[in-house]
């Protein structure tokens, strides 16, 4: 896919691998959409693509929310035209144990707010972002991608009941929707990071960044401009389908 000139949503894109993906995308010579949660980091964000300000759009909307969704693709088509690919990058970690004991005692559990907000964002996020991508994509019929965000905890990982579940349902949607969508031309990827450097990941527990470096063969954190750059080959290369790249440095846990 030559993506000059075309239409891109990238969601959580205030910071970390969504402001890398916009930025990489932008190189490429695309019009972005970057939207957010967070609206006043969306607009310290805009500021920092400068070089390519006349092809920056932004609108902050919760991807959890299926009206502000459905309004970040009207913001969208209005500022850049039709969209041909999104990527439904927006995640949030709310880590615990599903239950913690004394050995005899069950002190704490996952709260249902823990994993039910994990499980919004996470998972409907992106269920909600997929569905109006491929609803517009449709409509204008010139196909287009949509690339997936989910995470090597997708296979399990202690302590994160709530995000192995939404990661694992994430690469689900994917398979589901690149034999859905084929037949009007577009693809679905998704992309399973390992540990890559950003505000999320400093906000793991340091034992648990520590135990995920040192399982990693590369023996040091990602980058989000190798992650922004893996994303860009799933979009760009047309061979790629229904699939899920691990992008882990070479990680075993
Ligand atoms: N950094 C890593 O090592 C890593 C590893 C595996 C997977 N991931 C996944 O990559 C994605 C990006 O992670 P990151 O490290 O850049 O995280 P980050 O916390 O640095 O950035 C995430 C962004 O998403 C936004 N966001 C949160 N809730 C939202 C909502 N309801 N609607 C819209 N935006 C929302 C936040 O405001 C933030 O700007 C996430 O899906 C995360 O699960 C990251």
Request: charged fraction near 20%.
């Amino acid at each position: 896919m030559d993506i000059t000139d075309r239409g891109f949503v990238v969601t959580g894109a205030a910071r970390g691998l969504g402001l890398a993906i916009a930025r990489t995308l932008l190189e490429r010579g695309a019009r972005v959409m970057l939207s957010d949660v967070d609206g006043d980091a969306l607009v310290a964000a805009r500021e920092t693509l400068g070089h390519a300000a006349d092809r920056v759009a932004t609108a902050p909307c919760n991807v959890a929310d299926e009206d502000q969704v459905a309004a970040l693709f009207d913001a969208a088509e209005s500022e850049m035209g039709a969209v041909h690919g999104v990527v439904a990058n927006a995640g949030i970690l709310r880590d615990a144990l599903l239950v913690k004991s004394d050995g005899k005692h069950v002190t704490q559990r996952m709260s249902l707010q823990a994993w039910q907000s994990v499980i919004d964002v996470n998972l409907t996020g992106v269920f909600l972002t997929g569905r109006e991508a491929a609803t517009r994509m449709i409509e204008h019929g010139e196909g287009g991608v949509i690339i997936n965000v989910s995470s090597i905890s997708r296979a399990g990982n202690m302590g994160q009941s709530n995000y192995a579940a939404a990661k694992a349902g994430v690469v689900a949607l994917t398979t589901t929707w690149a034999g859905e969508l084929a037949r009007h031309g577009i693809r679905c990827n998704a992309i399973a990071p390992g540990v890559i450097d950003t505000d999320m990941v400093a906000s793991m527990k340091p034992e648990a960044r520590e135990r995920m470096i040192s399982a990693t063969r590369v023996g040091r954190l990602g980058t989000p401009d190798e992650l922004a750059d893996a994303v860009r080959f799933l979009i760009e290369n047309g061979f790629n389908n229904g699939r899920v790249l691990e992008f882990d440095g070479g990680m075993r846990i």
